[in-house]
């Protein structure tokens, strides 16, 4: 049973450019919660979604981000026209119910913007 | 802001010593769990505790819940150079959408 998968697991980016990142949740879990993670930080929760739901994007800045988790396919982190300061680790992390159950984390993307 | 605590965020220890960190929230919490990260690593899921004063072991490592839901423990006794790595305690606020508030970690060192 594969874990949590997230790619690229390094990205480097240009400011301004875009910033893609995708994580595919454990087999038959469909709640997935993207953090970011700063170094010597602790993980700052961004959003949860469900399949074709956003069930709370309260940690997400309102600009330039957005998340998605579609019917098929993987949930995808979008950062567009990044800056240096959104360089961090991004974690995405799967469950199979809502609410007091663990959470399986994927390995990350590192994401430098240069 | 931040509403689960914490402190200190580095503790070094001598291999074989006992270790305790603690883990504080300003609210009453629906359930805690704890992580644990080694360096270059992802979090990894540790244990939850769910009923006031819980208590769970794991070999080495003791997890206890507060009476009053708000504060947890974590007790590694004679630690290893295994036990490396930051632990996280992640809390479950009531009525926050089933998201979990981590707490910055503690980031244990262990001198062989």
């Known amino acids: 049973n594969a874990g949590v998968m997230q790619n690229p697991r390094h990205l480097v980016r240009r400011r301004g450019q875009e910033a893609r990142l995708r994580c595919s949740p454990m087999k038959g879990h469909s709640h997935v919660y993207w953090y970011r993670q700063l170094p010597e930080e602790g993980l700052k929760f961004m959003v949860y979604?469900?399949?074709?739901?956003?069930?709370?994007e309260s940690g997400m800045p309102k600009e330039r981000f957005s998340a998605e988790f579609p019917k098929e396919g993987p949930s995808i982190l979008r950062i567009q026209q990044v800056v240096r300061g959104d360089s961090a680790a991004y974690f995405c992390?799967?469950?199979?119910?809502?609410?007091?159950?663990?959470?399986?984390f994927g390995p990350g993307t590192r994401l430098t913007v240069t | 802001g931040q509403q689960v605590m914490q402190i200190p965020q580095y503790q070094h220890v001598q291999e074989g010593e006992d270790f305790t960190t603690y883990c504080n929230s300003s609210?009453?919490?629906?359930?805690i769990q704890w992580y644990k990260q080694r360096p270059g690593g992802h979090p990894v899921f540790l244990i939850q505790?769910?009923?006031?004063?819980e208590v769970k072991k794991q070999k080495r490592l003791t997890f206890q819940f507060g009476e009053a839901k708000k504060n947890s423990s974590l007790h590694i006794t004679a630690t290893q150079t295994t036990d490396v790595g930051t632990y996280f305690c992640a809390g479950e606020i009531p009525g926050a959408n089933s998201k979990l508030t981590f707490g910055k970690g503690i980031t244990l060192s262990v001198r062989p």
């Open positions: 992390a799967s469950s199979n119910l809502a609410g007091g159950y663990e959470q399986y």
């Open positions: 979604l469900q399949k074709e739901n956003i069930i709370d």
């Open positions: 609210t009453t919490l629906s359930n």
């Open positions: 505790l769910v009923k006031s004063g």
